[in-house]
């Protein structure tokens, strides 16, 4: 069986309907991985390096759509960056120039890895996946199709084809805990956005839980002790208070990279630094 | 025999003009630049077939059968052997032949080699080893160190590899103060970029050619002979080109296997490990548990220092009687510690085999001596630096084991020289250079930068009476010089350094070294124990200093003058030996000049003044050659709410005898202080219950271009009496007290009583 | 029983020149076959896990670890290897000599950044990379733009200071 390199989104689709069990091939940062080590032995392999309708970006509204092909590198861009600059936050820490060249956002999603580093940032902005099969399109909330640790809701012949962002409406923020400074696997991180438009503030905390992880109650918490119209918390205590609750929020395992306790509380550390510098942005 | 074909083909290097103390360029740069140097998982050859090793899941089992059919019947296998093909001796091993070619009743490690395949394609072989099926008995791991001295024997040899115990002065005496500490190391990997790798290739007369990245190649090839059951005549070792070394390829790794493979189908085999298959199939740094007791008066001499020493040794003896030897004379730091205390055991365990890496029982104990030195610093009130000074090590003073330096020791300098470097800014806006990096964590007003210094040493050659030696064969024809050498170069620059040695004493341009193999050239000793310089650029020395004597005789015989009359300069001239009388226009040339088109050679052995063992209840003797000294100062600053640390600078001052090449001395040093600061703050190898949890790059965390700090670096030189051109070798003390002093650092900056390497951010907070 | 899937032959564009590949497995990264098929073992094999960057190369252009490569997917990409990269004015086809280096490749070795140069052919793709984009970066952005180029021998320091030396010559215009 070749190695299926289709040129149309509809070629591709049609050939995961026929075949489900093929491996897609995004960037391959993460499948070549397994095949290397002779971990993954792919029956047959669909490569969207040539997709055109996974490429590219544009602004809809209030959103930017971005292709699913769109690579780390890409979000750095200066024009992608200001409108998502806690997305290209998250960028700037993935692996290396190489990496960030070759890895896309839909494979970031499609791996689902808990310390995937966009993840919480796209939970944090309640992004929506446009998935595509050859039986149609649907468009779901992120948190509904990463749903476990390296598990999606993806049905057999669908693929991520596009990520819908909002375009900031107010500061992001995004920490990321790594033992070294690059080329390193997130132990624990924080995205934090804040949308004055609508006034509210939203948070999702990386690699301390199966999938990226929200506390509804401790963002509405801080959403009534923000003083909206003056621009600034209404105390210095919210700050301690929201990071002790994502602390509590979050559900971290030990494991060979860190202790479950560092990274929770490495967690309250990221949630009060990251409200204090968005506070100062706004 | 079967053309290998490194591609392009492999052949002599030529050297660049330069002779010693130029900042000469390597020969081989331009090929390693171009990504034309043929390393030994470069190599290829006709008809080659591919090696794979099956090893074991659990670090301790029996074996009760081994099933080879399912791998036999795949297609394009060639064949698979294991410890029943062994023809010759069943195990090998750097001191003791302690270690089984292929276990065969009982595994002791994970990793540990079972089986290996030949097959004609990597895949394939990978397939045949997962095919194979191995039916173990897993028996209980010993992987407490600690426990092992009094468990149950997981091997015939025992579970103590070696006690060392030194006894030095009165026993008896304590000192005013008294201060106490138990240390930790972790384990470290050496984690070179070149995975084990090479080309075995049989004669068709029952012999084989092997071509590998290794250390030592004649000790290989003895080591492989024992094991194929063949005269060493039959087995010629070559030197494949290495991708870094710094310990990890003394012992054996694909050599045996490749060889049994190629003699058994009668094909060239190649292997090449992954990186995961790397990190199991080689040697590690010691862990070691350190438990010490400082006393000194209340003005800070030391007075006594007692020492209690624990290396994991892990499942075979490697190089661990040397190590702990090392870690033992070396536990008391370059002090002058009049009273001394040490034993030091190296234990057998169930974890992985450790033994030599760069430093070599000297990081660890470096570690705990610097670690209580800054500790009774405190207690005393008295500056780290001003103790250390106090109580510096110099030429004329005595060790613990007795033997009384009579090299040099400026130890003193060296400190000095580090403390005199400037210290580095304050972070400012960078993102990069605060920790946590692009990270974004870093909260500058939670951020405390933090200075510490370290000393360390130790011994340069080997030691304890072993009669070590050197060869090299010079021959200059026509202008150009020939060098024939053993030297493993794995990095480091001894190629360029040959070429300087020979143009210095021939005053030739063109140097070629000749590639290195067993049959061709006697042996160059390990490229290790920063031995090379001083044993191989001796023997170079020696062999290009005959071959100038030759030219020298010719030259007179030519002119009808003694000999004694001319007179051969370190620029590699011949002169009249009086200058007052009229110099015939003959004389005042090279020596490859005065050579013209005749040919000269000679072949030299260079050996050091001999050593003796350390007395077996005492640990006294004169065991060392030599000694290096070093002395770094670290800053870094750390985010005190997160425990994140960014190495900022590393200063040093080191003692080298003389800089032969400034270039590749910084390079030394700097590739010398990362690895320290890679043990310091990231690099371990995480154990449970055996099993290694982080064998890839993804886990096992080295410095990237990100994380490496500023270096400052003083070279001091004071010539070594006995070590030719009087120069030390470097590439052991730039990695022996930058742990330290990092740590020093860190302690300084967050007040934490840090006790263990490597630092992680939890440890901190 | 384990299926071995041969992809059907292919070909790629390296270092300009069209090579076919036939009889690779499916599974065959870029780097395997640069490095096992067509004769090309500049790019390094130090751990095909994309942790190392000692098999960067450029894949129409872009600087990628040619690990993670899927080289059939790669088929009718332009792939430049360290093999490839030659100083302008060079021939194409040249035998290669110990002469014909890139101001980069002249710098590495001038500076002391090559101990055993196992990382070298990475690290020279990955620099004319980044000058080739960046044509003055500073300190820090040398060292994140280089922080995919692991080096266990030098320490960095006279990498950084090759770098240095080429965006200086470079600034400073041609020779007088």
Redo the contacts between chains.
């Keep these: 069986m070749p190695t299926l390199v289709p040129r149309r989104l509809s070629e591709a689709l049609d050939a995961l309907a026929d075949d489900p069990s093929l491996t897609v091939l995004a960037g391959g940062t993460d499948v070549m991985v397994g095949v290397n080590y002779g971990q993954r032995r792919p029956a047959g392999v669909l490569s969207l390096r040539r997709v055109p309708e996974l490429r590219g970006w544009h602004v809809d509204d209030d959103e930017v759509v971005l292709g699913s092909a769109t690579t780390y590198t890409d979000l750095l861009a200066p024009d992608l960056a200001r409108r998502l600059p806690a997305l290209a936050a998250a960028a700037r820490t993935v692996g290396s120039p190489p990496i960030r060249n070759t890895g896309t956002i839909g494979g970031n999603i499609g791996t689902a890895s808990p310390a995937g580093d966009t993840l919480p940032v796209l939970f944090a902005v309640e992004a929506q996946v446009e998935v595509a099969s050859a039986g149609g399109t649907r468009t779901v909330p992120v948190s509904e199709v990463v749903v476990g640790p390296k598990r999606t809701a993806l049905a057999a012949g669908e693929l991520v084809t596009a990520v819908r962002v909002p375009v900031a409406a107010g500061p992001q923020e995004f920490l990321k805990v790594g033992v070294r400074n690059a080329m390193v696997i997130a132990i624990a991180s924080c995205a934090l956005v804040v949308d004055l438009t609508r006034r509210q503030v939203t948070c999702a905390l990386g690699s301390v839980g199966p999938v990226p992880v929200r506390d509804t109650a401790a963002e509405m918490w801080l959403r009534a002790r923000v003083d909206w119209d003056g621009g600034r918390l209404s105390h210095q205590s919210v700050v301690e208070g929201f990071g002790r609750r994502m602390a509590a929020a979050a559900r971290p395992i030990d494991d060979h990279r860190a202790p479950a306790a560092y990274r929770r509380y490495a967690i309250e550390i990221l949630a009060r630094r990251a409200l204090e510098r968005a506070w100062c942005a706004s | 025999m079967t053309d290998v074909r490194a591609r392009p083909r492999q052949r002599g290097r030529e050297a660049p003009a330069g002779r010693v103390g130029d900042s000469v360029r390597r020969p081989d740069g331009p090929t390693k630049v171009q990504g034309r140097f043929a390393f030994s998982s470069d190599l290829e050859a006709d008809g080659m077939l591919w090696g794979r090793t099956l090893r074991s899941p659990h670090p301790h089992a029996r074996i009760r059968a081994i099933d080879l059919g399912p791998a036999l019947a795949i297609g394009g296998v060639a064949c698979v052997v294991t410890a029943d093909d062994v023809g010759g001796a069943a195990t090998y091993g750097l001191i003791a032949a302690d270690q089984p070619v292929f276990a065969s009743d009982v595994v002791r490690f994970v990793g540990e080699p079972v089986a290996a395949v030949a097959a004609d394609h990597p895949d394939t072989a990978q397939r045949a080893i997962d095919a194979i099926v191995v039916h173990y008995e897993p028996i209980p791991p010993l992987v407490d160190p600690q426990r092992a001295a009094d468990a149950p024997s997981i091997h015939p040899d025992g579970n103590v590899i070696r006690r060392v115990r030194i006894r030095h002065g009165d026993p008896g005496v304590t000192g005013d103060v008294v201060v106490d500490g138990t240390y930790d190391v972790g384990m470290q990997d050496q984690a070179f970029m070149g995975p084990e790798s090479g080309l075995a290739v049989p004669d068709g007369s029952g012999g084989v050619d092997l071509w590998v990245a290794t250390q030592w190649i004649h000790h290989d090839r003895d080591q492989v002979a024992a094991c194929l059951g063949l005269p060493a005549d039959k087995v010629r070792v070559h030197l494949g080109g290495v991708g870094g070394a710094f310990g990890a390829r003394e012992d054996v790794s694909i050599h045996v296997h490749a060889c049994l493979l190629a003699l058994r189908s009668g094909q060239p085999v190649k292997m090449s490990y992954l990186r995961d298959e790397s990190f199991l199939g080689h040697v590690h740094r010691h862990p070691a548990q350190m438990r010490y007791r400082h006393h000194a008066t209340y003005d800070g001499r030391l007075v006594k220092v007692e020492a209690e020493i624990t290396l994991d040794g892990g499942a075979y003896a490697s190089s661990s009687s040397a190590v702990v030897a090392n870690a033992a004379r070396f536990a008391c730091g370059p002090y002058r510690v009049p009273n001394a205390l040490v034993d030091a055991v190296a234990v057998r365990t169930n974890n992985p085999p450790c033994g030599a890496m760069r430093g070599f029982g000297a990081v660890q104990v470096c570690f705990a001596h610097e670690s209580q030195m800054d500790k009774l610093a405190q207690r005393l009130g008295i500056p780290p630096v001003e103790l250390r000074l106090l109580n510096a090590m110099a030429t004329g003073d005595v060790l613990p084991t007795g033997q009384r330096i009579t090299g040099t020791a400026p130890v003193a300098e060296c400190l000095r020289a580090a403390v005199a470097h400037p210290l580095p800014a304050e972070p400012g806006d960078e993102l990069l250079e605060r920790p946590g990096g692009a990270g974004r964590t870093a909260d500058l007003r939670r951020v405390r930068r933090g200075v510490g210094v370290a000393v360390g040493f130790k011994n340069l050659m080997y030691s304890e009476g072993f009669d070590d030696d050197s060869e090299a064969r010079v021959r200059l024809d026509d202008g150009v010089a020939f060098v024939s050498c053993a030297v493993a170069e794995v990095g480091q620059g001894f190629v360029t350094i040959a070429g300087q040695v020979v143009r210095s004493v021939l005053g030739v341009a063109t140097v070629v070294l000749e590639p290195a193999d067993t049959a061709s050239v006697g042996s160059a000793g390990s490229s290790s124990a920063s031995r090379q310089t001083w044993m191989s650029g001796g023997a170079v020395l020696r062999a290009s200093r005959l071959v100038a004597d030759q030219v020298r005789s010719a030259l007179a015989r030519r002119l009808g003058v003694p000999p004694e009359s001319l007179l051969l300069t370190d620029e590699g001239r011949i002169t009249s030996a009086d200058a007052d009388a009229h110099t015939p226009p003959e004389v005042d040339v090279t020596v490859a000049q005065a050579a013209g088109r005749e040919v000269f050679e000679a072949t030299a052995v260079h050996k050091h003044r001999l050593t003796e063992p350390l007395d077996a209840e005492t640990g006294q003797g004169q065991a060392d050659v030599s000694y290096a000294f070093a002395a770094h100062r670290a800053v870094v600053d750390v985010d005190i709410d997160l425990g994140l640390v960014r190495v900022v600078q590393v200063a040093t001052g080191q003692d080298v005898g003389k800089v032969l090449n400034p270039a590749q001395v910084t390079g030394q040093i700097e590739g010398g202080i990362a690895q320290g600061v890679g043990l310091a703050v990231m690099e371990e190898i995480v154990l449970t219950d055996g099993l290694v949890r982080n064998p890839s790059f993804t886990d096992y965390l080295i410095p990237t271009f990100a994380d490496a700090p500023e270096v400052l670096a003083t070279c001091i030189e004071q010539p070594e009496p006995g070590a030719p051109f009087g120069a030390k070798g470097v590439g052991e003390p730039p990695t022996i007290s930058s742990t330290a002093a990092v740590v020093a650092a860190i302690r300084s900056a967050t007040g934490v009583d840090v006790s263990r390497v490597p630092v992680h951010p939890w440890d901190l907070i | 029983m384990?299926?071995?899937?041969r992809?059907?032959a292919y070909e790629l564009v390296v270092n300009g020149v069209v090579r076919r590949v036939d009889g690779a497995?499916?599974?065959e990264?870029l780097l395997r076959v640069l490095?096992d098929r067509l004769?090309l073992?500049?790019?390094?094999?130090?751990?095909?896990?994309?942790?190392?960057?000692?098999c960067?190369v450029l894949v129409d252009g872009?600087?990628?670890?040619s690990?993670?490569?899927?080289a059939?997917?790669?088929?009718g990409c332009e792939v430049t290897?360290?093999?490839g990269?030659a100083p302008e004015g060079a021939s194409a086809g040249a035998e290669?000599s110990?002469a014909?280096?890139t101001d980069v490749?002249?710098a590495?070795?001038?500076?002391?950044g090559?101990?055993?140069?196992?990382?070298?052919?990475g690290f020279?793709v990955?620099i004319h990379?980044l000058l080739d984009r960046v044509p003055r970066p500073t300190g820090?952005e040398?060292?994140?733009?280089?922080?995919?180029?692991?080096?266990?021998?030098?320490?960095?320091?006279?990498?950084?200071a090759a770098v240095e030396q080429v965006v200086s010559v470079r600034t400073a215009g041609p020779a007088t």
Excluded at chain 3, 2 to 5: A, L, M, P, S
Excluded at chain 3, 41 to 54: I, L, M, R, T
Aim: aromatic share 4%; proline share 5%; with cysteine.
């Design positions: 384990v299926r071995v899937v992809a059907e497995l499916e599974t990264s490095r004769g073992p500049g790019a390094k094999n130090a751990c095909e896990q994309g942790e190392c960057g000692s960067s872009v600087l990628v670890c690990c993670l490569e899927l059939a997917a790669a088929a290897t360290i093999e990269f290669p110990d014909l280096l490749q002249q590495m070795v001038d500076a002391g090559v101990q055993c140069g196992f990382c070298t052919p020279v990955a990379d820090p040398v060292r994140e733009a280089l922080a995919g180029n692991l080096c266990r021998c030098t320490g960095y320091g006279r990498i950084l």
